[in-house]
């Protein structure tokens, strides 16, 4: 479960920090509500998943609380049988 967390976690801070940020994201560091991830990159997230992963996330399961943290993400996806 762990290298779906790494995946997540490099993805998130590859295409959303700026290389002078100091901003250290862990699992939990809320994403969303932390200002972070907005709703732009939230889909663009989402696609990454569902295309990596070849599944389909419904909109109805594609909440900001469901995408406002790594851990929040990884249950999501062990929704759709992706450990």
Same mark, same amino acid.
């Not at 590859?14 to 901003?23: F, G, N, S, V, W």
């Not at 997230?45 to 070849?54: D, P, Q, S, V």
């Given at each position: ?14 295409? =959303?920090?700026?290389?002078?940020? *100091?901003?250290?994201? %862990? ?8 200002? @972070? #991830? ?14 990596? =992963?070849?599944?389909?996330?419904? *909109?109805?399961?594609? %909440? ?8 929040? @993400? #990884? ?9």
């Amino acid at each position: 479960m762990s290298d779906l967390k790494d995946v997540i976690l490099e993805y998130v801070q590859d295409e =959303y920090l700026e290389e002078d940020d *100091d901003i250290e994201i %862990t699992y939990s560091t809320p994403l969303i509500s932390g200002g @972070i #991830v907005d709703s732009f990159s939230m889909v663009s997230l989402k696609r990454f998943l569902e295309t990596r =992963y070849k599944i389909q996330i419904p *909109d109805a399961k594609a %909440t900001p609380e469901a995408f406002d943290s790594v851990n929040n @993400i #990884v249950k999501l996806m062990k929704e759709f049988g992706v450990e």
